[in-house]
């Protein structure tokens, strides 16, 4: 750590088991809203144990197997020896109750969705929370269970703090070794004072400040940057997207002149991008950047090229040769940043291990070849994605880009049907650009999590005035999501979409029918290829 910052922003830390819960993350993401930084390791993983040596306080994740089961996953000895206050949640309870010489027995019902626990005990967990009261004067939670197994037995010196007309013991605790267990989820909203006992946990009990903040984080990344890369040069290859613009931006703070970016226009963005990105950072900031006019390049390498995988490949390859090609050139410099951020790096972790929940089959950049021999600067590779918007908001990026829906690495390569032509890919953005003008227009932008409009390269007959059109089709895409693995078709006023249609086929020449996607993922995907 540099002596240099003002703040120590990792001196209080929480180490996260994951016990393999959909909700490990999310867990993570709530405690660094609180203000404290954490790191998730697999509650096997050899490095955990060191890591524990040195935080505040430790968290179970729940997870879907059962400890009523043979060789499930356990809670590793060397977490009692470091004396720091626990909290296992869900599965982590029922682990820790095993562990501890409780018993856990299958629950004749599993308990999903909305629960009210009455808080039967005293404790500093729950002290002064509490949603409502029930007819005997207890103070009750609404909280959120998903869970099989419940604990049926405590172990020596735990007494129930919380319960439930079928969990007894839906919340735990041994408050001399300050060790918590909740039976419900605390990070998920439905659970409405989650982020409070979250809070408690961290700041009364581990005893945490919160330092982990926006404003620290960048001066911490900003000194760490400056220790890293000394007086070199380093690249980075700008899409506009919200990694790659957070990355610019606290390059830019940290070494000023030492950073060059490379902006490839592959001519696949959308309307007025390119102009876009070089206005925020060439203009306003000072930033250094390489504009690459690529358009004439990836059409070429497009042409007759009708299937989506191919097409993906063949874009992918021509910027890395591009931003090769440019790289090459900028002859002093040593380091090539990237936007990696905390879940690419918590993948690659749980790929190399072989436990991967979701492998991710979309990567934007591959790596340069060897013989370029630039060592890698990764300021991101901490902080979840909303971090990342937070520290762009605060460096002051357009609202705009940094809270903007995801845009496919190919770009309006794989929005337009089959082969991608400058026609298409030039109507395709006027009928795109009006979507969004009027999502924003219509406070719809941020309550869809993604959408766009789809070339279809088919023509469809229409008539304006007198005259009779044979022009193109497209289809409108929103849809709303959590992960992205799966979704639900935005069910958007039809008056919205009368007002777009007309728009799109009144202003602009060349289409003449406007769909809207009824899809949901599963059985379609987000995007069209
Ligand atoms: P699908 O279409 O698979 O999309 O349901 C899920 C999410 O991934 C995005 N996506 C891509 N992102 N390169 C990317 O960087 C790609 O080739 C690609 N294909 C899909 C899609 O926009 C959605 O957010």
Redesign the pocket.
């Known amino acids: 750590m540099n002596s240099s910052v003002a703040t120590d922003i990792h001196s209080q830390r929480i180490l996260i088991l994951d016990y393999g819960s959909q909700y490990t993350q999310l867990i993570a993401r709530r405690v660094r809203e609180i203000g404290v930084y954490c790191e998730i390791f697999s509650w096997d993983a050899e490095t955990a144990q060191a890591y524990a040596q040195n935080v505040s306080g430790i968290i179970l994740s729940g997870g879907p197997e059962s400890v009523t089961s043979e060789d499930t996953p356990h809670i590793p000895d060397y977490i009692f020896a470091t004396s720091v206050p626990i909290l296992g949640i869900c599965y982590g309870m029922q682990a820790l109750a095993n562990k501890l010489g409780g018993e856990v027995s299958e629950a004749s019902e599993r308990e999903f969705g909305f629960a009210q626990v009455s808080i039967v005990q005293n404790n500093h967990l729950f002290s002064d929370l509490y949603d409502n009261k029930n007819q005997q004067g207890q103070a009750c939670l609404d909280v959120w269970m998903s869970h099989g197994d419940k604990v049926t037995k405590l172990p020596q010196g735990f007494s129930t703090i919380a319960s439930t007309n079928s969990a007894q013991h839906a919340a735990i605790a041994d408050e001399d070794k300050r060790i918590y267990g909740l039976q419900f989820h605390p990070e998920v909203t439905h659970t409405k004072k989650g982020k409070e006992i979250l809070e408690r946990f961290l700041k009364d009990i581990c005893q945490c400040k919160a330092n982990w903040t926006p404003t620290n984080i960048i001066e911490d990344i900003v000194h760490s940057v400056r220790d890293q890369v000394g007086s070199e040069h380093v690249i980075l290859g700008l899409s506009g997207g919200v990694d790659s613009s957070v990355v610019a931006a606290l390059l830019h703070k940290a070494i000023g002149q030492q950073l060059t970016c490379i902006f490839v226009d592959n001519g696949l963005l959308r309307l007025h991008e390119g102009d876009q990105v070089m206005q925020t950072f060439s203009q306003h900031m000072g930033v250094k950047v390489i504009r690459v006019d690529a358009e004439h390049r990836f059409l070429a390498a497009l042409k007759n090229i009708n299937d989506p995988e191919q097409k993906?490949k063949k874009i992918g390859n021509l910027f890395i040769e591009i931003f090769e090609e440019e790289a090459r050139k900028i002859k002093d410099a040593r380091w090539l940043a990237q936007g990696t951020i905390y879940p690419d790096v918590i993948e690659s972790a749980a790929a190399s291990t072989g436990k991967a929940h979701l492998i991710k089959?979309?990567?934007?950049v591959g790596g340069l070849p060897d013989d370029m021999e630039l060592s890698l600067v990764e300021p991101l590779r901490e902080l979840f994605k909303d971090e990342v918007r937070r520290l762009g908001d605060e460096m002051g990026l357009p609202y705009e880009m940094i809270h903007r829906h995801?845009?496919?690495?190919?770009g309006l390569g794989?929005r337009i049907l089959g082969e991608v032509k400058k026609e298409y890919a030039d109507l395709l953005r006027r009928a795109d650009n009006i979507f969004i003008q009027e999502l924003r227009k219509h406070d719809l932008y941020d309550q869809v999590s993604?959408a766009f409009t789809v070339f279809l390269p088919v023509k469809s007959v229409g008539v304006m005035g007198d005259g009779r059109k044979y022009q193109y089709v497209v289809s409108l895409r929103a849809v709303e999501t959590i992960d992205?693995m799966t979704?639900r078709w935005a069910h958007l006023p039809y008056d919205f979409l009368d007002l777009v249609s007309r728009r799109i086929i009144n202003e602009i020449d060349g289409i003449s029918r406007v769909a809207y996607d009824i899809s949901g993922?599963p059985p379609a995907?987000?995007?069209w290829e």
């Not at 089959?361 to 934007?364: G, M, R, T, Y």
């Not at 995801?406 to 190919?410: A, E, V």
């Open positions: 993906r089959s979309h990567h934007n995801p845009f496919p690495g190919p794989v993604q992205f979704a993922k995907t987000i995007e």
